[in-house]
């Protein structure tokens, strides 16, 4: 009886969906991790975007609380001569 299922028309359809469904499965896998990395990249991106922008504003707020004179001496530290006058 096996073996006339075998030898049967039915059983090669059988087979042939059933490759035809591993290849299928096959592909989604690949897609679905294909695109999660795609997904962590974006993220760590955004991560770093997000933080690039936290930190400029800090910097930001931080130089607005500066009077002249301490930004000329900073600028002398980095041995930058604001307004031609040298640094003392």
Known sequence: MIS???GSKFSGY???AGIISILGLVW???NEGKSAC????KSAQLDSTVGVQRDTQA???T???LDTPMIDKGLCDLGIARGGVGCE
Request: proline share 0%.
């Open 4 to 6: 006339k299922f075998l």
């Open 14 to 16: 059988i087979a042939l």
């Open 28 to 30: 989604y896998i690949y």
């Open 38 to 41: 795609v997904n962590e990249v």
């Open 59 to 61: 910097v930001k707020k």
């Open 63 to 65: 130089e607005q609380q």
